[in-house]
């Protein structure tokens, strides 16, 4: 995938595997320190990934930016489309348990998206207090037909990136979309279909209490930034600006932390931003240490 010079793991305790696993990503390590080329150090990818600054961590060990990241103030810029709204968990909803949560949500008809569907998309993976919860935007035909969550190209992209950092699918993660139907076309859900199907995920992250939420890709960065009561203005941000910063989330069980990413199927598309989104997996996996 990549044709860039071999990477530099100086420092960081990443085992062959990984190191083939973020190569694979299109992802090269670098350190201020290390005597690489001037050339290199133009590299997007080289740019976009932070040096290690304190011990290595448990599992696996990355390198922790060097001070804990805010979340810049709103702009004044009005949004460029509408956005999704913020929404509460219906009552109807806060009683349920996992079991009956998924039952709900399979049995659901409550936009139009449940007439072309196959297979409602739940999500798959650790539902036992998992570590992690990454949100995608919403089933593509793949995952439609087998009602599993990124089984397609970005899917496999996103195996990718939870290897890198120690991760697999089902192992200390949950994956779910947004959306548990497939938009026709795999258009951008409405934002009616948005408000339908929000309080699922809310209830979803209720249930599941995941330490950390990872949101892909803009629509599930705005849509998780609504949950968490971020304001309008800065949810319209573009993701380049809403990246690299860590959000909170307030439920029921305390706030939890919200980092957002690039889209596995933008990245596929924009193999020069897999840096970046190394980068956020950083500070994301550092937010966790720090919390632990
Ligand atoms: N893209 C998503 O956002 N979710 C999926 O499940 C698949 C592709």
Known sequence: MSDTPPVLTQGLQLDERQRAMLAEMGVRLWWPEADVSPDALTDTLTEAVPPPAAAPVARPPVAAPAAAPVVRPAPAAAPARPLPPVVAAPSSLSHLDWAALQDSMKACTACALSQGRSHVVPGVGDTDRPDWLVVGEAPGEQEDRQG?????????????????????????????NVIKCRPPHNRNPEPAEVAQCSPFLQRQI??????????????????????AGVDEATRAQPLGKLRGQVFRLPTAQGTVPVVVSYHPAYLLRSPAEKGKAWADLCLAMAQLERSA
Do not use: C, H, N, Y
């Open 148 to 176: 599993e969550p990124f089984v397609g190209a970005a899917g496999q992209l996103l195996d990718k990136m939870l290897f890198a950092m120690g991760l697999a699918r089902g192992e200390r993660v949950f994956i779910t």
């Open 206 to 227: 209720e249930l599941l209490q995941p330490r950390i939420v990872l949101a892909v890709g803009r629509f599930a960065a705005q849509s998780v930034l609504a949950l």
